[in-house]
């Protein structure tokens, strides 16, 4: 039992909470008090040794869990679902086998390598990848528990955000897709995890090349995520740790080193130094609304694009991916190629970005917004059971509302950790550290991929779905510690122990 006695009124504050920790031995059963510095550094052992005792088996406990519901889960919908290929399946299949067969005679540089080696290294079997797809969904669920408890958030809260990501329709429907949202997912999670944790421990070598080897194979699945170069650059050299410079520099390298190599290669054999070839298609979904205005030097481009456009805009009332219509026409005409084709395209752009600017700046903004709309998976639609897809189809109304509704607190929560980040500029960013790190990530995407897309971008969103859940859940915790002090809510939602 713990001793009755009023304590003197220097051992208030922490030294009450810490006195609530010490452990009496089993024999001791009499009344005592903390009566000095001493007893105070004993109790802060007691509590610590206790919290790492206990913590080890209750982050075990978590993820028997996660491992339980992903398997319930994955083996239900194995079920009533199959393996499904969308339209850019077939470029990453093709590439995969010419990397297999290292023949590339037929090479267009429209792909970057990262997933064509996933879907090499399991034979471009349908079943094995989404197999291996739904395991990375689970280690990034892992991870994800990982990530919370280490900054700042308690088990409940970091289960809850772990098992919630591992529930989605998105997340489970993508499983199953021969695409590279899943891999994109997985690697953006890993390279939080190890950034925040270099960050609280120190940057290290050791931890320069991890996340540089990363970043680069994030790099080379969704060349949209090449921004995070020079952005993790920056930011390591704000971290803490000796020699920050040196180790930021040799992140540098390291990434950069597989994506030059890439870009050489393409140098090599499509003549242009990039990640693809598709960045003049790409930029034809922007200034594809004004087309009319390209220079009559374009006119034989320009005059077939704008007969597709209408044709797509009477089908569907909108233009982007007009081009893929278009180009059989257009190569015909022309006598170009796929890449000199995206060239010619990507020349035509860049004159009419130059001339009409605020035209393609509004089209920069609705494809913005349009990558926080949240897409709804229509790979539902193929569900052998009508049965389960009319309740599965109920579900996904709800949790599309609800997706949608965290994106709008998520942007209102980096708003406002932006007005954080003023007052705390002198004393550290401390609990905002983690979310301030995954809300400038999220939204550094959503600008890239907007100036560079315009089309699919809701699809564009699925990698960064896990990073919005946890940093907003982050953020929200942080605030409520911010605004009323840590004594007023527990520490962690959720408590540390089970």
């Known amino acids: 039992m713990y001793g009755q006695k009023t304590m003197q009124k220097h051992e208030t504050g922490r030294w009450l909470q810490l006195s609530a920790g010490v452990l009496l031995s089993k024999g001791d059963r009499g009344c005592r008090r903390m009566d000095g510095p001493q007893e105070i550094t004993d109790a802060r052992s007691g509590v610590d040794l206790r919290l790492a005792t206990t913590r080890p088996r209750s982050d075990l406990l978590a993820g028997a869990i996660i491992f339980a519901v992903w398997l319930v889960t994955r083996a239900a919908l194995a079920c009533v679902y199959s393996p499904e290929t969308a339209p850019d399946s077939g470029t990453y299949l093709e590439l ?3 990397i297999g067969q290292l023949d590339f005679s037929d090479y267009i540089g429209q792909r970057t390598p990262g997933y064509p080696l ?6 471009s079997r349908f079943t094995m990848i989404w197999f291996l797809q739904a395991c990375l969904s689970m280690a990034a669920s892992l991870l994800l528990f990982c990530t919370v408890r280490g900054n700042g ?3 409940g809260l970091a289960i809850g955000i772990a098992l919630a990501y591992l529930l989605l329709f998105n997340t489970l429907f993508y499983e199953a897709a021969v695409i590279t949202e899943t891999l994109s997912a997985f690697l953006l999670v890993l390279t939080s995890y190890l950034f925040l944790r270099a960050v609280q421990r120190g940057v290290t070598l050791r931890s320069s090349v991890g996340i540089g080897l990363v970043v680069a194979a994030l790099v080379l699945t969704r060349p949209q995520y090449i921004f995070m170069v020079p952005l993790l650059g920056l930011m390591l050299c704000c971290a803490r740790g000796r020699q920050r410079i040196t180790q930021a520099v040799i992140f540098l390298v390291v990434a ?3 994506i030059g190599g890439w870009m050489a290669f393409n140098k090599q054999h499509i003549g242009h130094f990039s990640l693809t070839s598709l960045l003049g298609y790409n930029l034809s979904n922007h200034t594809g609304a004004f087309m009319e205005k390209a220079a009559d030097e374009h006119a034989l481009f320009r005059d077939i694009y704008l007969k597709y456009r209408d044709r797509k805009m009477q089908q569907s009332g909108s233009h982007p991916m007009t081009i893929f219509s278009a180009k059989q ?4 005409a022309s006598g170009l190629g796929e890449v000199e084709l995206s060239a010619r395209f990507q020349r035509i752009s860049v004159e009419l970005i130059a001339r009409y600017p605020e035209l393609y700046l509004w089209s920069v903004a609705k494809a ?3 990558f926080w709309a949240v897409p ?3 790979q539902q ?4 059971s009508p049965a389960v897809k009319r309740w599965l189809d109920g579900i996904g109304k709800v949790e599309h509302v609800l997706l949608r509704l965290l994106n709008v607190v998520f942007l209102l929560s980096s708003l406002l950790m932006l007005f954080c980040a003023l007052r705390l500029r002198r004393s550290g960013l401390g609990e905002f550290v983690a979310p301030a790190f995954m809300a400038t990530v999220v939204l550094a995407t959503s600008v890239v991929q907007a100036l560079a897309e315009y089309g699919e971008n809701p699809r564009y969103f699925i990698p960064s779905q896990p990073l919005v859940i946890a940093g907003t859940a982050l953020a929200l915790l942080a605030f409520v510690h911010l605004f009323r002090g840590p004594g007023d809510v527990r520490r962690s939602v959720g408590g540390d122990s089970v």
């Open 368 to 370: 913005w917004a349009s």
């Open 118 to 123: 996933l879907l090499m290294a399991v034979g």
């Open 376 to 378: 709804r998976s229509e």
């Open 96 to 98: 995969a086998r010419q």
């Open 256 to 258: 950069s080193l597989p």
């Open 381 to 384: 639609e193929v569900l052998n």
């Open 329 to 332: 026409e257009l190569r015909q």
């Open 153 to 155: 958030g308690a088990w």
